[in-house]
């Protein structure tokens, strides 16, 4: 078992950077692949980027923050960060992360295990 919190999360003006952070207690959290995803109200969630498991030197990015967006991960402090640069507004949503026990860069929410409960983003114009 794994529980995820999420942190960081605010109000930013467009153009702004905010860091999101997934903090992470139970099992052995370098054996996890961590993802992040969002969801605007009325939207379906969505995949924003993730890092596998171990030393986390794959990452994979949605093409809607790919250049902006950065994911990476602190294994000895249980923590995977998102770094968002150049925010817009339509980055405004609720971030979730995700954590599956295996290597695979998932795209899918489905395909994930455990799930924090969300920080909310929102960026005005």
């Known amino acids: 078992q794994v529980q995820l919190v999420e942190s960081g999360g605010g109000l930013v003006q467009a153009g702004g950077s905010l860091r999101l952070s997934c903090a992470a207690s139970?099992?052995?959290?370098?054996?996890?692949?961590v993802g992040w995803f969002r969801q605007a109200p009325g939207k379906e969630r969505e995949f924003v980027a993730v890092?596998?498991?171990?030393?986390?030197?794959?990452?994979l990015y949605a093409d809607s923050v790919k250049g902006r967006f950065t994911v990476s991960r602190e294994n000895a402090k249980n923590t995977v960060y998102l770094q968002m640069n150049s925010l817009k507004p339509e980055d405004t949503a609720v971030y979730f992360c995700?954590?599956?026990?295996?290597?695979?860069?998932?795209?899918?929410?489905?395909?994930?295990?455990?799930w924090g409960q969300g920080t909310q983003v929102t960026v005005s114009s």
């Open positions: 995700a954590a599956r026990p295996d290597p695979e860069l998932q795209r899918v929410g489905t395909w994930y295990y455990y």
């Open positions: 139970g099992r052995t959290f370098s054996d996890y692949t």
């Open positions: 890092v596998s498991w171990r030393s986390g030197t794959r990452t």
